[in-house]
């Protein structure tokens, strides 16, 4: 073998020296110095300092006492002396205040004749692998941290619904209830739930080898088996695609909230109730907008969707509503207060109607405040409130007593209204009848109780002694379990005593008075010996009997003052002194038909 002399050999290392690619430099530490000293650096050594070599090369290390610079000769110092040829990273300086990152290796030279140290320095720039390395960290960090539950798999010949894992994230353990350990052998076959499509996963794990993103919708199962749903997102990590990465939103919430949502539109959308938002977030002069009418109110107003949505919420109000109405309206939205109001309002067409409605304001999650108005058409209302309105007043007014009954549900009665002329009168036949337990009362009070009314005419007779012919119309209220409340209005039909005309209206009352008698009589013959004593009384009458004739009516001749009357082999005849008026006559009539008949 050819042996090249020695000076080839130190001409073709120094060639081979300032060609290489990385810095090589060659370091003189003297005892006595806290640095060393730079004995030969090739070219890429120079340049990476920013110095010239006269510079890096002189008897002051200037580039060493720059920044962090003295660590590199530390760390060669500390690697020398144990021997130890493994390389280092350290970081380092410029003048001008950059930086970069070296990896270097030292060995040992034969020592300086005057004992100085010397050791070469291998080194490459490193900064790129650093770059890497801290985003690895920044994205490990972020990983390890995300709110999502995030895992990594291997796709690459592996059964795609058993893909083994690379990395799991510990809110995707929180979220699924497995630790990473339980993971190691596969996460598909125990997250997969029983709703999830897996045909539909292969497919999606096919498309991410393909190089394709997926996102989707997944139902799928915790460690403890409930289930959850889930939007996922699988990613292809390189070209051609070995690994994927899936990100995991639980969205079982929003899904939930998305479905409540989908309900409460559509129980918005067919409400009969009117229902309006406005959005509050930025008043305007006119007002919150219009964000959402519901079918119902459209329907009322004759107006389409578009014309409302965007425009201020006083569109719908007529013109004709009072200024302090509006006002207050105004007041409680600038005040975030509830406000209910009536107010009028109107259709597309112009024609008015009044609405009843309630609006409560209220914030979003993302701080947006709106307001919910929920309304009616009072109308028909408005007009019955008005009409109830006269109606009370007329009632109040009226002479005839009106009084209205409430009944517990042990059938008592309280009056629960009375007007003017029934407090004037403060006597509640009603009540007293009610309690009574002759024929009379108790069956007045079982045909209200049934849902009859009642037409009962009775005598009343007052502290001064005045007596009164009344007449008292009843009609009960039922639900439809029991008698709520019993309407009771009185009309006099005559009156005798103080303050009374005389005639045929007392001897109406006298009528009345003794009508009982007639009732008490049993059998026909007693009955006309009370009919005797009535017409006497009442009338200054008197009866004759007579012989036998056909059974017949009543006949009466007002001119000859006479009566006659023939019923069950017993005939008569009844006279009065004076003339009487019509109703004395019907009265009178009334009374002979009564002893026939029977009360």
């Not at 920044?138 to 941290?145: E, F, G, H, P, W």
Request: charged content about 25%; overall charge negative.
């Amino acid at each position: 073998m050819a042996t090249l002399p020695r000076e080839d050999y130190l001409t073709i290392h120094n060639t081979a020296a300032g060609l290489a690619q990385n810095g090589l430099t060659i370091f003189r530490w003297e005892p006595s110095k806290r640095y060393p000293r730079y004995e030969w650096a090739n070219d890429i050594v120079v340049a990476r300092t920013n110095m010239d070599r006269a510079e890096l090369l002189g008897e002051n290390p200037t580039f060493l006492s720059i920044g962090n610079n003295a660590r590199l000769v530390d760390i060669a110092r500390e690697r020398i002396d144990t021997g130890d040829e493994t390389p280092f990273e350290v970081e380092l300086s410029l003048g001008d205040g950059s930086t970069y990152w070296v990896e270097c290796a030292v060995r040992a030279l034969e020592p300086a004749p005057d004992g100085a140290l010397r050791f070469v320095c291998a080194s490459h720039v490193i900064d790129r692998r650093k770059a890497y390395q801290r985003l690895s960290r920044l994205l490990s960090a972020m990983a390890d941290n995300a709110p999502a539950g995030i895992f990594i798999v291997r796709l690459l010949d592996a059964d795609l619904l058993s893909p083994p894992l690379v990395y799991t994230n510990p809110t995707f353990w929180r979220m699924t209830g497995y630790t990473q350990d339980e993971l190691e052998d596969g996460v598909y076959p125990r997250i997969l739930g029983e709703g999830t499509n897996r045909r539909l996963v292969g497919e999606y794990a096919q498309a991410v080898l393909r190089g394709e993103s997926v996102v989707t919708e997944l139902q799928l199962r915790r460690k403890d088996g409930t289930p959850f749903w889930a939007e996922v997102r699988a990613h292809p990590l390189e070209i051609p695609t070995i690994h994927c990465a899936v990100i995991l939103l639980d969205t079982t919430a929003r899904r939930e909230a998305q479905d409540a949502m989908s309900l409460l539109t559509e129980g918005v959308a067919q409400a009969s109730d009117f229902m309006i938002v406005t959005d509050d977030t930025q008043l305007t002069d006119g007002g919150p907008k219009i964000l959402q009418v519901n079918r119902s109110f459209l329907e009322a107003t004759g107006f389409v969707e578009t014309e409302l949505i965007g425009s201020p919420y006083t569109v719908m109000y007529s013109p004709h509503n009072p200024p302090s109405i509006m006002n207050a309206v105004r007041d409680a939205i600038e005040m975030e207060k509830p406000n209910y109001r009536e107010v009028l309002a109107h259709r597309k067409d112009g024609s008015e109607f009044w609405i009843e409605f309630v609006d409560r304001p209220f914030t979003t999650r993302n701080g947006r405040r709106l307001r919910l108005m929920v309304g009616r058409d009072i109308t028909l209302r408005r007009s019955s409130t008005n009409q109830l309105s006269l109606l009370f007043a007329v009632t109040e007014q009226a002479e005839t007593p009106v009084i209205i009954y409430d009944a517990d549900e042990n059938g008592e009665l309280a009056v629960s209204y009375e007007n003017d002329a029934a407090t004037r009168r403060h006597y509640y036949h009603l009540q007293e009848l009610w309690k009574r337990g002759d024929t009379e009362g108790r069956s007045t009070r079982q045909g209200l109780e049934r849902g009859e009314p009642a037409d009962v005419t009775y005598t009343h007779i007052d502290a001064n002694g005045s007596v009164e012919l009344v007449q008292m119309l009843a009609r009960p209220i039922r639900n439809e379990s029991r008698l709520e409340a019993i309407l009771t209005y009185e009309r006099v039909l005559s009156a005798k005593g103080a303050g009374a005309d005389d005639g045929a209206h007392t001897r109406l009352i006298d009528l009345a008075m003794m009508l009982p008698a007639l009732d008490r009589a049993k059998g026909l013959p007693e009955r006309l010996e009370a009919l005797r004593a009535l017409l006497h009384n009442a009338f200054d009458a008197s009866i004759e009997m007579q012989l036998f004739s056909a059974n017949g009516d009543v006949h009466i001749d007002q001119k000859r003052r006479i009566a006659v009357f023939a019923r069950n082999g017993i005939s008569a005849r009844v006279t009065w002194p004076k003339p009487l008026e019509p109703l004395a006559v019907t009265a009178l009539r009334f009374a002979i038909e009564a002893a026939l008949e029977g009360v």
